[in-house]
């Protein structure tokens, strides 16, 4: 097709299929009739997947994006607007390439106490890289191609086009004279493009590694959105370094790995943190030094000496000032480094220490896994999924309870197994385990969120089984919010009343609920009963709910920090 003939709906809906985009994730009504053309015979057809809020849109396509390592797309009209901003938090926060359009209405609206009309762009400045106005179809192909390359490059994140039209259909109606071209930020894994420092660093750095005895490496998203994981584990070897990981880093590392500790920080298990804060170097690989994954910069110290790799320089010395930065591509930085450091470090004491406090936690920990206990322990639940979890399987998270569960308990093989975790938004598990399934068809994919977490989206059960989607949904419901009531347990006499009024709820059959939108369920009030459960949603190839009651009082592993001494 001659690409004069092209309007922009058409060139879009083409620049989606033609660089292999399955899915976009929507609100009605936006976009009309691109949504047409995605469906039509002439090119490769892209599936339309109706949510259920504008939030639920972003966290789908923030989790297709991120099992698929390409850019997830979100569509929501003008008044839908402020409703996806907030659904790109999560996506910020992760370092997630989803591209958000938007329509608005016309200029001729604006400033003029339009219907349901607000101002877009501070909406979207907050959690995005970039927020551009499209005002004609004739800019669609500059802008469009900018936002791609904008969501993958240097630190990913999310992008937002607003689109002239209510609908975005001022700008779809328009005539486009440019053709579609081959875009690599879509077709591609991210990253694309991969820098490294220059050799003078490379080899200062190396000296650093050398000459320290008790060097731990810390391993962030930015190594996970590098595929390093290979070589962490062989410098690690190496060095004979403990290897912690952040959350959103968790499936790089065999969790059977020797020098593998687990999860630092504020969701540490906690030998994790005491032998972080008694290294002598930190090596922070691909990670931003955040209040997470030090515990409000508690571990490490901060005086303590720091080596760090990432992607974008600005982030060096940020928080800890004694830190020597290697600016560039965390895979290929550490490849380098791995010529520089070309023979095994004798020392190996720190390392058989934290092998040993490690092991003497996971044998603790065991006692939990293994219980009887009724209602059903929450580790014994996660021991059941490690027993009974697939090769390749996708596990999806929530943040709070379900994110510390996860951190301290899932045994991954850091190979095939891949797992995604809410940033911040509690609710996000589930939209994200719908698009981390579209992105990944043949993986299993189990979604785990606590009852607080799944009443935020439980609306996309219909949206899952409109789909098809063969999903297992793992709810981990002790009627209440496990976390909060931590906190509010500590400071109970400063409330009045019952305090049982701020974080519990229910009692909530999901499994009943789930039957009434004719999605297979099974509720498990029986420890015994866990691994035949999971077994049977696994193998039953279609939408799965699990509903395990659990025990709201049992609480998730606390950190190791030098306060608790």
Same mark, same amino acid.
């Given at each position: 097709?001659?690409?004069?003939?092209?309007?922009?709906?058409?060139?879009?809906?083409?620049?989606?299929?033609?660089?292999?985009?399955?899915?976009?994730?929507?609100?009605?009504?936006?976009?009309?009739?691109?949504?047409?053309?995605?469906?039509?015979?002439?090119?490769?057809?892209?599936?339309?997947?109706?949510?259920?809020?504008?939030?639920?849109?972003?966290?789908?396509?923030?989790?297709?994006?991120?099992?698929?390592?390409?850019?997830?797309?979100?569509?929501?009209?003008?008044?839908?607007?402020?409703?996806?901003?907030?659904?790109?938090?999560?996506?910020?926060?992760?370092?997630?390439?989803?591209?958000?359009?938007?329509?608005?209405?016309?200029?001729?609206?604006?400033?003029?106490?339009?219907?349901?009309?607000?101002?877009?762009?501070?909406?979207?400045?907050?959690?995005?890289?970039?927020?551009?106005?499209?005002?004609?179809?004739?800019?669609?192909?500059?802008?469009?191609?900018?936002?791609? !390359?904008?969501?993958?490059?240097?630190?990913?994140?999310?992008?937002?086009?607003?689109?002239?039209?209510?609908?975005?259909?001022?700008?779809?109606?328009?005539?486009?004279?440019?053709?579609?071209?081959?875009?690599?930020?879509?077709?591609?894994?991210?990253?694309?493009?991969?820098?490294?420092?220059?050799?003078?660093?490379?080899?200062?750095?190396?000296?650093?590694?050398?000459?320290?005895?008790?060097?731990?490496?810390?391993?962030?998203?930015?190594?996970?959105?590098?595929?390093?994981?290979?070589?962490?584990?062989?410098?690690?070897? !190496?060095?004979?370094?403990?290897?912690?990981?952040?959350?959103?880093?968790?499936?790089?590392?065999?969790?059977?790995?020797?020098?593998?500790?687990?999860?630092?920080? !504020?969701?540490?298990?906690?030998?994790?943190?005491?032998?972080?804060?008694?290294?002598?170097?930190?090596?922070?690989?691909?990670?931003?030094?955040?209040?997470?994954?030090?515990?409000?910069?508690?571990?490490?110290?901060?005086?303590?000496?720091?080596?760090?790799?990432?992607?974008?320089?600005?982030?060096?010395? !940020?928080?800890?000032?004694?830190?020597?930065?290697?600016?560039?591509?965390?895979?290929?930085?550490?490849?380098?480094?791995?010529?520089?450091?070309?023979?095994?470090?004798?020392?190996?004491?720190?390392?058989?220490?934290?092998?040993?406090?490690?092991?003497?936690?996971?044998?603790?920990?065991?006692?939990?896994?293994?219980?009887?206990?009724?209602?059903?322990?929450?580790?014994?639940?996660?021991?059941?999924?490690?027993?009974?979890?697939?090769?390749?399987?996708?596990?999806?998270?929530?943040?709070?309870?379900?994110?510390?569960?996860?951190?301290?308990?899932?045994?991954?093989?850091?190979?095939?197994?891949?797992?995604?975790?809410?940033?911040?938004?509690?609710?996000?598990?589930?939209?994200?385990?719908?698009?981390?399934?579209?992105?990944?068809?043949?993986?299993?994919?189990?979604?785990?969120?606590?009852?607080?977490?799944?009443?935020?989206?439980?609306?996309?059960?219909?949206?899952?089984?409109?789909?098809?989607?063969?999903?297992?949904?793992?709810?981990?419901?002790?009627?209440?919010?496990?976390?909060?009531?931590?906190?509010?347990?500590?400071?109970?006499?400063?409330?009045?009343?019952?305090?049982?009024?701020?974080?519990?709820?229910?009692?909530?059959?999901?499994?009943?609920?789930?039957?009434?939108?004719?999605?297979?369920?099974?509720?498990?009030?029986?420890?015994?009963?866990?691994?035949?459960?999971?077994?049977?949603?696994?193998?039953?190839?279609?939408?799965?709910?699990?509903?395990?009651?659990?025990?709201?009082?049992?609480?998730?592993?606390?950190?190791?920090?030098?306060?608790?001494?």
């Amino acid at each position: 097709m001659n690409s004069k003939s092209l309007n922009g709906a058409q060139w879009l809906a083409r620049a989606l299929s033609d660089n292999n985009i399955t899915h976009v994730f929507f609100i009605d009504a936006v976009l009309r009739n691109t949504l047409v053309q995605l469906d039509l015979p002439d090119h490769k057809k892209v599936k339309r997947v109706l949510a259920h809020s504008e939030k639920s849109a972003a966290y789908m396509a923030d989790g297709y994006a991120r099992a698929s390592g390409r850019p997830g797309f979100c569509f929501a009209q003008s008044v839908g607007a402020a409703n996806l901003a907030a659904g790109l938090q999560d996506a910020w926060l992760g370092q997630s390439p989803v591209i958000a359009l938007t329509g608005r209405k016309q200029s001729t609206f604006q400033h003029r106490n339009a219907y349901q009309e607000v101002m877009h762009k501070p909406l979207f400045s907050a959690v995005t890289k970039l927020t551009a106005a499209v005002e004609h179809a004739e800019d669609l192909p500059r802008l469009f191609l900018q936002a791609c !390359r904008k969501a993958t490059n240097g630190r990913p994140g999310p992008v937002h086009l607003d689109l002239n039209g209510i609908y975005g259909d001022i700008v779809e109606l328009g005539e486009v004279n440019q053709a579609v071209p081959s875009i690599e930020e879509l077709k591609e894994n991210q990253p694309i493009h991969r820098t490294i420092s220059q050799r003078s660093r490379l080899t200062e750095a190396a000296q650093q590694l050398k000459s320290h005895k008790k060097v731990v490496i810390i391993a962030g998203r930015g190594a996970a959105i590098s595929q390093a994981g290979a070589e962490i584990i062989a410098l690690a070897e !190496r060095l004979h370094a403990p290897i912690a990981t952040e959350l959103g880093a968790l499936d790089i590392i065999p969790y059977a790995h020797p020098n593998f500790i687990g999860v630092a920080g !504020r969701y540490a298990a906690p030998p994790t943190n005491e032998i972080i804060y008694s290294a002598d170097l930190v090596f922070f690989i691909g990670s931003d030094t955040g209040e997470l994954v030090t515990d409000s910069w508690q571990v490490p110290a901060l005086e303590k000496k720091v080596l760090q790799i990432d992607i974008n320089p600005i982030e060096f010395g !940020r928080s800890y000032s004694e830190t020597y930065g290697l600016a560039g591509d965390p895979k290929l930085t550490v490849s380098e480094l791995l010529k520089l450091v070309d023979e095994s470090v004798s020392d190996s004491t720190y390392l058989n220490w934290a092998r040993e406090i490690t092991r003497k936690w996971h044998e603790k920990l065991s006692l939990d896994e293994k219980s009887q206990a009724n209602p059903i322990h929450v580790s014994r639940l996660l021991d059941a999924i490690n027993e009974t979890l697939p090769e390749n399987a996708v596990v999806v998270a929530d943040t709070g309870f379900s994110a510390i569960w996860t951190a301290t308990h899932l045994k991954l093989n850091g190979v095939n197994q891949k797992f995604f975790h809410a940033a911040g938004s509690l609710g996000w598990a589930f939209p994200a385990a719908i698009g981390a399934k579209c992105a990944l068809p043949e993986s299993p994919v189990i979604c785990f969120t606590g009852d607080g977490g799944f009443y935020y989206h439980m609306s996309e059960l219909e949206t899952a089984k409109r789909l098809g989607v063969p999903l297992v949904v793992v709810v981990n419901n002790n009627s209440g919010f496990g976390q909060s009531w931590t906190n509010i347990s500590r400071t109970q006499g400063s409330f009045p009343g019952d305090p049982s009024e701020l974080a519990k709820f229910g009692p909530t059959n999901f499994a009943n609920i789930a039957e009434s939108f004719a999605i297979r369920s099974r509720r498990v009030e029986n420890p015994s009963e866990l691994e035949d459960a999971l077994k049977e949603a696994l193998n039953s190839d279609e939408l799965f709910l699990l509903d395990i009651v659990t025990d709201f009082n049992a609480r998730a592993p606390q950190p190791w920090l030098p306060s608790r001494k």
